[in-house]
């Protein structure tokens, strides 16, 4: 059974928790795996990718550019193999109410975007990390409406 939290965030939308994340240097670094593991899904990292992530980065957390390109480096490299993916995930998921969930798959969408190019790789990828991270269905529509909310503005 999922958390009270999470429960009432999917009936209501409220949120009733703050970002718990935004001092934990180890829940950056996972942030960070996640999206540069996004990024090299389809094979390769664009510089528009490593943009995004850090513009993401910084704009969640209180970081310098060269502090969230750490965090992203180091996340990468801790996470590139499938166990560690997998165990990032586990804990994520385990860690994570809701609303960060989607904040996260929102960004994840961003960095796969930032390129301009959809591969069914990164698709793919996408579809696996929803589905590790235990986001529903009702909450994809939401991270696909404000994903598509924030590029029409």
Do not use: C
Not at 8 to 22: A, H, P, Q, V, W
Not at 38 to 44: L, P
Request: proline content about 3%; glycine content about 6%.
């Amino acid at each position: 059974m999922g958390k009270i939290s999470d429960l009432i965030y999917k009936g209501t939308g409220f949120n009733l928790r703050l970002d718990e994340l935004s001092d934990d240097l180890t829940a950056q670094m996972m942030v960070a795996g996640v999206l540069a593991v996004a990024a090299h899904s389809d094979g390769e990292t664009t510089s528009s990718e490593i943009n995004r992530m850090v513009e993401l980065m910084r704009e969640k957390y209180p970081l310098r550019s060269s502090e969230a390109l750490d965090l992203i480096t180091r996340g990468v490299e801790s996470y590139a193999d499938q166990d560690s993916l997998r165990s990032l995930f586990s804990e994520l998921n385990d860690r994570l109410p809701l609303v960060h969930k989607e904040e996260l798959v929102v960004m994840v969408l961003e960095v796969l975007a930032a390129d301009g190019v959809k591969k069914p790789e990164e698709l793919a990828w996408l579809e696996e990390a929803v589905d590790a991270l235990g986001v529903p269905d009702e909450i994809m529509n939401n991270v696909y409406g404000k994903y598509f909310a924030q590029r029409n503005q």
